[in-house]
């Protein structure tokens, strides 16, 4: 069977089905090499120039990404934040943007300070009333709308659909940070997305050892190739050992996610209607906000990604978390290790998360010594 026929849980297994021509290896070398020989012409007949533009060891990662997502391309970046910013650095003075007042924290601030100092008009609608963003758009003004969904730390979840309508109706883009969802459970281009965008540093690479982004485009088109330039012009690329290791990762990214996720429903359900728990804040619980959304766009589970606010307050929550002993405190995810945050002394003043909220990244663990550890945690309190 030919790569075009099979599923992508095959060929993310397979590393694209990589058997190297000249030594029969099933694992792909590592291209450290930074130039290419040139031909006689002076043409480049392998198509590689430079390793600020390309690289072999980034092209296989590559190509997995973009049949992972269902997309015509596919970037990696050297850390989530550059593949999120690259986007943004295509605009020019007197564009606008739209994005939500609940996303990762970083993005955030960066938009803010990046648009004030370009002329660049920046509008946030409330997560809570994701249709108000149809007031924040303008026609032939508006470049970029940007979701995350599931958002972090509240795991509200935006309708892709709506927002792809919303966002070429007036002439946008709209992109996606699906970091949280990952395409095993979410494939926003097949919502109508026109990029999507990840931490590769999460779930794609899964073991916490490696800072990484992706972009990936629906349209291989002008636009593109600007972001494209974006990356080439300011070195923003993995080096080869990582982009190798991303690529080694993402072979078990179906069996990871989808691990997580069992483990986080489990949690999720089992401490639903804890007397120490004030709520569970999880996209697979009926009882979320954003569940009917999920249910729409979020396929075999609905992540490992699940955040409790703890009855009593921050300074319980702060005890919970400081009592654990198998789940670790330490902020990202993503990885087969669990980790808990408290995210509103993270992110610090302004911060829209409350106080009581406690962030957990549900890794691949027996659920039995988890669950063990979350209650002995709270019966601490
Ligand atoms: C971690 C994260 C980012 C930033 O990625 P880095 O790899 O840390 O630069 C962006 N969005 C989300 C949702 C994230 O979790």
Redesign the pocket.
Same mark, same amino acid.
């Given at each position: 069977m030919r790569n075009n026929d099979l599923k992508p849980e095959t060929l993310a297994a397979q590393a694209m089905g990589y058997v190297d021509e000249t030594t029969g290896a099933v694992t792909p070398p590592i291209h450290l090499a930074t130039t290419y020989e040139r031909a006689p012409d002076n043409s480049y007949p392998k198509g590689y120039v430079y390793t600020r533009s390309e690289n072999p060891t980034y092209g296989l990662a590559e190509d997995l990404l973009a049949r992972l997502e269902n997309g015509a391309g596919a970037l990696i970046f050297s850390?989530?934040?550059?593949?999120?910013v690259a986007p943004f650095m295509t605009l020019r003075p007197g564009d606008h943007v739209v994005a939500p007042t609940v =996303?990762?924290w970083?993005?955030r601030n960066w938009l803010l300070d990046f648009t004030a100092q370009w002329g660049i008009g920046l509008d946030f609608f409330d997560v809570n009333e994701p249709e108000s963003a149809a007031d924040l758009v303008q026609e032939g003004k508006t470049k970029i709308v940007w979701i995350?969904t599931p958002?972090?730390p509240l795991w509200d979840c935006l309708d892709i659909a709506w927002f792809a309508q919303l966002a070429h109706g007036a002439g946008a883009r709209l992109c996606v940070?699906s970091?949280?969802a990952t395409p095993v459970i979410t494939r926003p281009i097949e919502h109508g997305a026109d990029l999507v =965008?990840?931490?590769?540093?999460?779930y794609l690479n899964g073991h916490s050892d490696v800072?990484?982004?992706a972009l990936i485009a629906a349209k291989a088109d002008d636009w593109w190739g600007e972001i494209r330039r974006v990356r080439t012009d300011h070195g923003m690329v993995m080096g080869p050992f990582e982009a190798w290791l991303l690529l080694r990762g993402m072979r078990t990214l179906h069996l990871r996610v989808r691990k997580a996720s069992e483990n986080a429903q489990a949690i999720a359900e089992h401490f639903h209607n804890h007397p120490k728990i004030g709520s569970v804040l999880y996209p697979g619980l009926p009882t979320h906000i954003g569940h009917d959304v999920a249910l729409r766009q979020m396929e075999g589970g609905f992540g490992g990604m699940l955040s409790l606010r703890i009855a009593g307050g921050e300074a319980a929550a702060v005890k919970v978390a400081a009592n654990l002993e198998v789940i670790h405190r330490a902020t990202?995810?993503?990885g087969v290790e669990s980790l808990v945050e408290h995210r509103a002394s993270i992110e610090g003043k302004g911060t829209p998360v409350p106080d009581d909220l406690l962030r957990f990244s549900i890794g691949i663990e027996d659920l039995g010594d988890l669950i063990q550890d979350l209650e002995q945690a709270l019966n601490t309190l």
């Open positions: 850390a989530g934040m550059s593949a999120a =996303m990762y970083a993005l995350e958002a972090n940070d970091t949280a =965008m990840h931490s590769a540093t999460k800072l990484g982004g990202s995810l993503g």
